[in-house]
């Protein structure tokens, strides 16, 4: 038999403030309330090119791939809705332009693209394939105590606000109760991480004290954020928050990210650039945003931080918010 190929692309997703909300039994409607931004390098944050030959629904491992869990449990849950996936073996190649477990989203961007790239391989009908994506992705990230909200983010573009946790209503049988909305504009920003390893996610929204502590700070600032029209002119409160939110939940006191953010600090005042740092949550990482979104920030200024970073055994890169996240 001919194998099948399909292509997808999905954008990365940042977490600035959040609350976990996991106490409903059904997956596709837990999730977190919260904001944040989605963002891509050049090129998109992670692509996926799958191959399919006949078999029974299984990861084809010609190489290793660290992936292998999440990707095989995309073509399990999507196999509910598309049951001739599991006709076949896959074997999927992931090009990821942004580092895993480092609060970038990629779990979710590698479970929205395999599920899409499946689908067009199939030949799943376009509009179809992709509400289908979200809804499996967003299960899948549940199912793996992944990433609470990025999906959710994704699905609105931009600059997100979920304001009501889980999948929202990506078709008419499709998706969750989840309420998200998000804005987009012109803008470039700076992420820079740790190049090591760092906790999953679910070392932090398993454990109950910690889970309690960014519940209680995350509601407290969404208290302010879901007042009013959700737009750019909210930049100010957005940077607000989310700093008022690292240090109320103590996650700034975790993981070496107080020094983080002061090499951060260090790098923006040598640029001597109008701008803020932020963690994203929840990697070993920053994100360098304009104080003004007007003014932005300068790419000569960016190549100096950039720099100031590498001196201080930081990666970083420049990224831009995307709107179209899913493609």
């Not at 997956?27 to 050049?42: A, E, H, T, Y």
């Not at 399919?52 to 449990?73: C, D, M, P």
């Not at 590698?110 to 790239?117: F, H, P, R, S, V």
């Not at 390893?197 to 398993?206: F, L, N, Q, V």
Request: aromatic share 6%; net charge negative.
């Amino acid at each position: 038999m001919t194998a099948i190929t399909g292509q997808a692309a999905s954008s990365g997703h940042i977490t600035l403030l959040f609350s976990v909300q996991d106490d409903d039994a059904n997956l596709i409607n837990q999730g977190s309330r919260g904001i944040g931004l989605c963002i891509d390098p050049v090129e998109p944050t992670c692509q996926i090119t799958v191959t399919g030959k006949h078999g029974s629904g299984k990861i084809s491992e010609q190489t290793k791939n660290e992936n292998l869990v999440l990707q095989q449990t995309v073509i399990n849950t999507l196999s509910q809705l598309v049951p001739s996936v599991l006709e076949y073996d896959w074997f999927v190649q992931q090009k990821c332009g942004l580092p895993q477990q480092q609060g970038f989203g990629l779990s979710a961007a590698g479970a929205l693209a395999t599920a899409l790239a499946l689908q067009r391989a199939l030949g799943e009908e376009e509009q179809l394939a992709y509400a289908q994506s979200f809804h499996v992705a967003h299960v899948v990230e549940r199912k793996l105590s992944g990433g609470l909200g990025d999906v959710a983010a994704l699905w609105a573009g931009g600059v997100d606000l979920r304001r009501e946790p889980g999948c929202p209503q990506v078709s008419e049988m499709l998706g969750g109760s989840g309420v998200v909305e998000g804005w987009h504009t012109t803008l470039n920003m700076l992420v820079a991480w740790r190049d090591r390893a760092t906790r999953h996610t679910s070392a932090y929204i398993d454990d109950e004290e910690w889970k309690t502590r960014i519940r209680n700070s995350g509601e407290q600032q969404l208290t302010i954020l879901k007042q009013g029209v959700w737009d750019k002119n909210r930049w100010g409160d957005i940077l607000t928050t989310s700093t008022a939110f690292t240090n109320d939940s103590e996650l700034i006191s975790d993981a070496g990210r107080t020094e983080l953010l002061q090499i951060a600090d260090a790098a923006i005042s040598f640029a001597k650039a109008e701008a803020s740092a932020h963690l994203c949550m929840l990697g070993e990482s920053l994100v360098i945003l304009p104080t003004s979104l007007e003014s932005g920030l300068n790419s000569d200024k960016m190549l100096l931080m950039i720099e100031q970073f590498n001196l201080m055994g930081l990666k970083s890169i420049q990224v831009s918010l995307t709107e179209n996240s899913l493609r």
